[in-house]
C-alpha cells in the first residue's frame, strides 16, 4: 500500500481530491479562497473531465453501432431468404405458365382428334440410363389408356404405349431401336420405315433407289400406319446417302420432337 501511495501519479491524484473536499466543505464552500481554487480546480480537471466523457461516448457509441450492425446483419440474413422464396416462386410462375402454354396447345390437337378421345398426359418419370429410350407417363388404365395407344405432341409424334399401370403407363420413344413406324415422304409420297436409331437422328429404311427424297423433305406418318394417324411429323432429312452396291439408300432423320425436354404428351385413343 505505502508503495502504491509514493508514486507520483497516484500522489497528485490523492492530492487533487483533497482539495476537491476542502474547498467544497460547507463552511469554506462560500469564500472567496474558496472560489478562486474551485475555478482553478475546474481548470486543472477540466482535461481529464473531457477525455473521461469522450471515453464514455466512444464506448457508448461503439456499443451502439455493434448492436445496430448485428441487427443490420439479421434483418439482411431475413431479406436473403425472402429474396430466395420471391425467386422460387416467379420460377415457379414461370413453369405453370410454360405448362399452361404447353396444354393450351396440346388442346387444339385434342380437339382436332376429338374422335379418338385424346387423353393429355404428363411425364412423371425417366430412366436415366435410357434417357431416350422410354418414358412414363401420368396416366394409365383408370384414365383408359391402353397398350399401343400412340403418344404425340403438337411438333409430332413421340412414341406408343408399351406397358399401363393403373396410374402411369410407359411409352417407348420413336429413338429407341425397338420403335418403328410407317411413313412417308411428304414432297414425293415415297414409303418407307422409320426407325429409331440414336438420341440425334431416326432412319429410314427400304426406300428404293429410284426414290426421289432429298435433305430437308418432311418425313410424315403414312395411311399404312397402324399405330398412329396419317400425316403426322416425324422428323426432317438430314442425309441421304446412294451406295452403288445398296439395293436401297441410307436415309437419317432429325425428329421433330425434342424428345430429350417434352414434359407433356397426347395419347390418342
Not at 430466395?84 to 405453370?96: P, T, W
Not at 425417366?126 to 397398350?147: C, E, H, L, M
Not at 441421304?240 to 441410307?250: C, R
Amino acid at each position: 500500500m505505502v508503495n502504491f501511495l509514493n508514486k507520483k501519479p497516484y500522489k497528485i491524484v490523492l492530492l487533487l481530491v483533497c482539495l476537491a473536499l476542502v474547498i467544497n466543505l460547507p463552511g469554506l464552500s462560500k469564500t472567496f479562497p474558496s472560489i478562486i481554487l474551485r475555478s482553478a480546480f475546474s481548470v486543472v480537471l477540466y482535461p481529464f473531465q473531457y477525455v473521461f466523457s469522450n471515453s464514455l461516448y466512444f464506448v457508448g457509441g461503439s456499443m451502439g453501432n455493434i448492436v445496430y450492425l448485428r441487427d443490420a446483419q439479421r434483418e439482411n440474413e431475413f431479406l436473403k431468404k425472402e429474396l430466395g422464396f420471391a425467386k422460387l416462386k416467379l420460377e415457379n410462375l414461370a413453369q405453370i405458365d410454360k405448362d399452361n402454354s404447353v396444354i393450351a396447345e396440346l388442346s387444339k390437337y385434342q380437339k382436332a382428334y376429338s374422335y379418338l378421345n385424346a387423353h393429355i398426359a404428363p411425364i412423371v418419370g425417366r430412366d436415366p440410363s435410357n434417357w431416350f429410350n422410354t418414358v412414363i407417363i401420368g396416366a394409365g388404365s383408370s384414365a383408359g389408356i391402353k397398350v399401343g395407344f400412340p403418344a404425340i405432341t403438337y411438333d409430332g409424334i413421340v412414341g406408343y404405349v408399351i406397358e399401363v399401370n393403373p396410374f402411369s403407363s410407359k411409352v417407348i420413344l420413336a429413338t429407341d431401336s425397338n420403335f418403328s413406324v410407317s411413313a412417308a415422304d411428304k414432297n414425293s409420297g415415297d414409303l418407307g420405315l422409320v426407325a429409331g436409331s440414336s438420341p440425334e437422328h431416326l432412319i429410314m429404311k427400304f426406300i428404293s433407289r429410284s426414290a426421289n427424297i432429298s435433305v430437308g423433305d418432311q418425313i410424315i406418318t403414312s395411311s399404312v400406319s397402324q399405330t398412329f394417324p396419317k400425316g403426322l411429323p416425324i422428323g426432317t432429312v438430314t442425309k441421304v446417302d446412294k451406295k452403288d452396291y445398296d439395293l436401297f439408300q441410307h436415309i437419317e432423320i432429325k425428329p421433330s420432337v425434342n424428345l430429350g425436354r417434352i414434359q407433356w404428351v397426347l395419347i390418342l385413343k
